[in-house]
């Protein structure tokens, strides 16, 4: 059986600002994953984000 990549959820909450709040959903709860200006970026900063609160590399996170 393949590996799978770990999946993550996450959500964007626009800010007052018109920037992007990118909130994901680790093993402690909902986390701030980053902002940006950038619909484009949302996925990006997500994936990043889920790395960091699951403590694995980037390329183990699905897209």
Do not use: C
């Not at 994936?47 to 403590?55: D, V």
Request: glycine fraction near 10%; aromatic fraction near 4%.
């Amino acid at each position: 059986m393949p590996d799978i990549p770990p999946q993550f959820r996450a959500r964007v909450r626009h800010e007052p600002d018109r920037s992007y709040a990118v909130l994901v959903e680790g093993p402690d709860g909902e986390a701030l994953a980053g902002a940006t200006g950038s619909l484009r970026e949302v996925r990006t900063v997500a994936r990043q984000g889920a790395a960091r609160l699951f403590g694995v590399p980037l390329d183990q996170i699905a897209r």
